[in-house]
């Protein structure tokens, strides 16, 4: 997603920069095929960047905010931090307690949609006093809607739709599964399409991306059990969702789709998924109520 936006960016005419310390060759790879410049370390993007956009997973989210702050402190930087990651309206409240009393405004963004189609399908959610920086930054490029002026208001959004689309898939695969198990998984996809044709558009696109997407679609599940907690809702939907996405994280659903998130046919993958060698993912079905 960090170089999906970095390449709007860059197109609108902004200087992207980031630093690979620590990081994978694959953010190496990421980086220089969108142009992205690599700076030393953090303190030099800290003392550089105008706005930094923290893309990372989902678990890091809080660190990385806490290292940005502690550079800040130290060069007495000022500037604008955009939390973009997927994690609950609770986990942005910790990060905006780190900058409390600092010289960094802060702002709760998520995004929706994938990084292949974030100019034609995407959205960036914003809130918090500085959000309008989103706007400016991404024009009419990329869908942004500012959801007011406090942060958490993005994430919460990012959270409930994100329950959604995940939602969908879950039920989609215990259906598809049991059917498959009887035999009848193409009279099972004849009939959703016949009678929720949309719901079968939206499948036939999603799922193959688990293959890609599986462990941190997982990561964010447990921050959407984490706002339904809080909030002193069942949370079992979303313990469930969080267990299914590990197992297809763990089976071998990667090789089968491609990283590149390959389209293929849903019929010919439920086939796959039900076979004996993705069996971690039917067992773990066996035991799931979405
Ligand atoms: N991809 C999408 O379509 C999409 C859609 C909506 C929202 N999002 C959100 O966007 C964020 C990024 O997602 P992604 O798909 O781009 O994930 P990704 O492909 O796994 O990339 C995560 C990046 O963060 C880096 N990273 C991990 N831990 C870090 C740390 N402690 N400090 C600094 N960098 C760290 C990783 O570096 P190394 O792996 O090299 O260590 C990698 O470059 C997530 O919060 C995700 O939920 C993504």
Redesign the pocket.
Known sequence: ????LAEVLRDRGFEVITT?T???????E?CERSGVAARKCLADVVSQADVIIS????D??V??AS?VRREAARLDASLIYVD????SPQTIGRIADEFQDSNIQFVDA???????R?KTQ?TIFASGSAAGVVSELFGTDVRVRILGGEPGNASLM?MTLGGMSKGIIGLFLQSSLLAQHVGMADEFCDELGHYYPDVLNFVERSLPTFGQ?AA?RA??MRELEASLSVAGLPTGMAVELSRLFSALNESDMAAVCGRGVQPMSLKKLIELLSESRLSVITDRLAATVV
């Not at 893309?55 to 989902?58: F, G, K, L, Q, Y």
């Not at 973009?84 to 994690?87: D, F, G, M, P, Q």
């Open positions: 997603m960090g170089s999906a690979l620590g990081r994978s060759p694959r953010s190496t990421y893309t990372v997973t989902p890091a989210a660190a990385v290292q973009a990651n997927s994690v998520a995004i929706h949609g994938l990084a292949s974030l995407g990012k997407h941190r990561a964010e």
